[in-house]
């Protein structure tokens, strides 16, 4: 029995479903359509470039495994891609070939080779004559300031990364260390810097790693007697990105050649970007000397983005998809998905997926749907401004009170109350915390948070304070 694209592809997806979660098969590969098979190439219909490019960043491994196993060794992927645009003719994705079929439906074939996009980094000194060796970035160019929109949230960030992408090395944000919680666009960031690096100096030797690679890498050094080389190969990057340097708690020896290696690139010049879920003041079981010089730099927080920022990424998602979507429908994402960018581009793609392929206009109802999916099983994070409120009022005073300088033992209280429940309900910093809560320093509020866990063991009104308001902030 002779093979067909829809035979092929169902016996793909059947593998790819018994190896993801059913929330993942059902959002990123059951709208996919098997278009034609020509010897060993599968032609699938996806509906928007940012669907292709979500399949290639996240699923490209299990794609491969499921094709060379129908296909063989020499099977390709080509990415069909074609979306109905149900809100007239508006074609802003000017790079999507029309169809001869419908005036409103376009589409574009992206031949793909089914290659990792983020190959597994090699060591280059394991190779004689380390310095004629081309190190790959494993930078991800789809990453860029382009598409890293700018907003309250992340101006100080998204400013110090462009001047270090303009003069690499040569500005006092050297180290820069970008921190914030998941989903902000941290990775993002360090990527874009690197890519802008590149574009602007080719000749320089530009390095994206995890910190969890880099320690694997130090592992195997150690394991194969070659430690300097591993120290060498890092000592010859012009600009070394690690993300989630935070990982190396705790990691005593790849601390100390981090610490040589960094020491090494910073006197010479060279530029080291770090990004961390948090700041440097927050890290636990790093060492104070590795410490010292994440705070030689500069250390810019990435925040949850506010309302403005949410609509003009929602907006620059659908233009790049061609995608022209009511503004009520908009203002109804922005507002219900405040906290996660990720979340926010992924309940975008959503939508427009089961639009696409379920030939629906996208109306309030299924925004609101998928909306649900995304949000329902998530533990909404309260703001500090939300939390000082609701100190304030179970208090009966002023938010301006609570912040305010006076060492009334009653208001002091509530100020550390409200510091103790910031901590605790979001992923601020404790300099975050203290900045919005009366200007204070990241040192009063742990003291606000060892105050508060002391005098609850010990003190049974204070304790009932505790309880109340957790309850109100938790509801």
Same mark, same amino acid.
């Given at each position: 029995?002779?093979?067909?694209?829809?035979?092929?592809?169902?016996?793909?997806?059947?593998?790819?479903?018994?190896? !993801?979660?059913?929330?993942?098969?059902?959002?990123?590969?059951?709208?996919?359509?098997?278009?034609?098979?020509?010897?060993?190439?599968?032609?699938?219909?996806?509906?928007?470039?940012?669907?292709?490019?979500?399949?290639?960043?996240?699923?490209?491994?299990?794609? %491969?495994?499921?094709?060379?196993?129908?296909?063989?060794?020499?099977?390709?992927?080509?990415?069909?891609?074609?979306?109905?645009?149900?809100?007239?003719?508006?074609?802003?994705?000017?790079?999507?070939?029309?169809?001869?079929?419908?005036?409103?439906?376009?589409?574009?074939?992206?031949?793909?080779?089914? %290659?990792?996009?983020?190959?597994?980094?090699?060591?280059?000194?394991?190779?004689?004559?380390?310095?004629?060796?081309?190190?790959?970035?494993?930078?991800?160019?789809?990453?860029?300031?382009?598409? +890293?929109?700018?907003?309250?949230?992340?101006?100080?960030?998204?400013?110090?990364?462009?001047?270090?992408?303009?003069?690499? /090395?040569?500005?006092?944000?050297?180290?820069?260390?970008?921190?914030?919680?998941?989903?902000?666009?941290?990775?993002?960031?360090?990527?874009?810097?690197?890519?802008?690096?590149?574009?602007?100096?080719?000749? &320089?030797?530009?390095?994206?790693?995890?910190?969890?690679?880099?320690?694997?890498?130090?592992?195997?050094?150690?394991?194969?007697?070659?430690?300097?080389?591993?120290?060498?190969?890092?000592?010859?990057?012009?600009?070394?990105?690690?993300?989630?340097?935070?990982?190396?708690?705790?990691?005593?020896?790849?601390?100390?050649? +981090?610490?040589?290696?960094?020491?090494?690139?910073?006197?010479? /010049?060279?530029?080291?970007?770090?990004?961390?879920?948090?700041?440097?003041?927050?890290?636990?079981?790093?060492?104070?000397?590795?410490?010292?010089?994440?705070?030689?730099?500069?250390?810019?927080?990435?925040?949850?983005?506010?309302?403005?920022?949410?609509?003009?990424?929602?907006?620059?998602?659908?233009?790049?998809? /061609?995608?022209?979507?009511?503004?009520?429908?908009?203002?109804?994402?922005?507002?219900?998905?405040?906290?996660?960018?990720?979340?926010?581009? /992924?309940?975008?793609?959503?939508?427009?997926?089961?639009?696409?392929?379920?030939?629906?206009?996208?109306?309030?109802?299924?925004?609101?749907?998928?909306?649900?999916?995304?949000?329902?099983?998530?533990?909404?994070?309260?703001?500090?401004?939300?939390?000082?409120?609701?100190?304030?009022?179970?208090?009966?005073?002023?938010?301006?009170?609570?912040?305010?300088?006076?060492?009334?033992?009653?208001?002091?209280?509530?100020?550390?109350?409200?510091?103790?429940?910031?901590?605790?309900?979001? &992923?601020?910093?404790?300099?975050? !915390?203290?900045?919005?809560?009366?200007?204070?320093?990241?040192?009063?509020?742990?003291?606000?948070? %060892?105050?508060?866990?002391?005098?609850?063991?010990?003190?049974?009104?204070?304790?009932?304070?505790?309880?109340?308001?957790?309850?109100?902030?938790?509801?």
């Amino acid at each position: 029995m002779s093979k067909t694209a829809e035979s092929v592809w169902n016996n793909c997806l059947a593998f790819i479903e018994d190896n !993801i979660s059913s929330q993942a098969y059902k959002t990123w590969f059951e709208p996919i359509k098997a278009v034609k098979l020509a010897d060993c190439s599968l032609s699938i219909q996806v509906p928007s470039k940012f669907f292709y490019e979500w399949l290639e960043e996240h699923y490209v491994k299990i794609l %491969k495994v499921a094709l060379t196993k129908e296909l063989g060794k020499n099977a390709k992927l080509v990415y069909i891609i074609r979306m109905e645009n149900t809100y007239g003719n508006k074609q802003p994705f000017t790079e999507k070939i029309p169809s001869a079929n419908r005036s409103n439906l376009r589409s574009q074939e992206i031949d793909v080779p089914l %290659k990792n996009k983020s190959p597994e980094l090699k060591n280059p000194f394991v190779i004689p004559g380390i310095r004629n060796v081309k190190i790959e970035s494993q930078l991800n160019p789809n990453y860029n300031f382009e598409n +890293f929109l700018e907003g309250e949230s992340n101006r100080l960030a998204r400013s110090a990364g462009l001047a270090v992408a303009n003069k690499p /090395g040569g500005t006092s944000f050297n180290p820069l260390l970008i921190f914030g919680g998941v989903g902000l666009g941290k990775t993002h960031l360090a990527h874009a810097i690197g890519v802008d690096i590149k574009d602007k100096y080719p000749e &320089k030797t530009v390095l994206y790693i995890s910190a969890e690679k880099f320690t694997q890498q130090y592992i195997e050094s150690v394991t194969k007697n070659n430690r300097n080389d591993f120290i060498h190969f890092y000592q010859i990057i012009d600009v070394l990105i690690v993300d989630d340097i935070q990982l190396l708690s705790g990691k005593a020896g790849t601390q100390d050649v +981090f610490f040589h290696i960094f020491n090494h690139l910073h006197q010479n /010049g060279k530029q080291v970007i770090l990004t961390s879920d948090k700041a440097p003041v927050d890290m636990i079981d790093i060492e104070q000397r590795l410490l010292s010089r994440f705070k030689w730099g500069l250390s810019a927080e990435l925040n949850h983005p506010d309302y403005a920022t949410r609509i003009a990424i929602i907006k620059s998602k659908l233009y790049r998809d /061609g995608v022209d979507m009511p503004e009520e429908i908009i203002e109804f994402l922005a507002n219900n998905i405040k906290t996660n960018i990720r979340e926010l581009e /992924g309940a975008i793609i959503s939508l427009i997926a089961h639009s696409s392929f379920n030939k629906k206009e996208i109306t309030i109802d299924l925004a609101r749907k998928i909306v649900d999916n995304y949000v329902k099983h998530t533990k909404r994070e309260v703001s500090i401004e939300y939390i000082q409120k609701v100190v304030s009022d179970y208090f009966q005073m002023d938010v301006s009170t609570l912040q305010s300088k006076t060492r009334k033992r009653h208001i002091v209280q509530a100020r550390q109350l409200a510091m103790f429940f910031a901590k605790k309900l979001t &992923k601020a910093s404790l300099a975050s !915390i203290g900045s919005q809560i009366g200007q204070r320093d990241h040192a009063t509020v742990l003291h606000a948070c %060892k105050t508060v866990d002391n005098l609850s063991s010990t003190d049974k009104q204070f304790r009932k304070y505790v309880e109340d308001l957790n309850k109100k902030l938790t509801l």
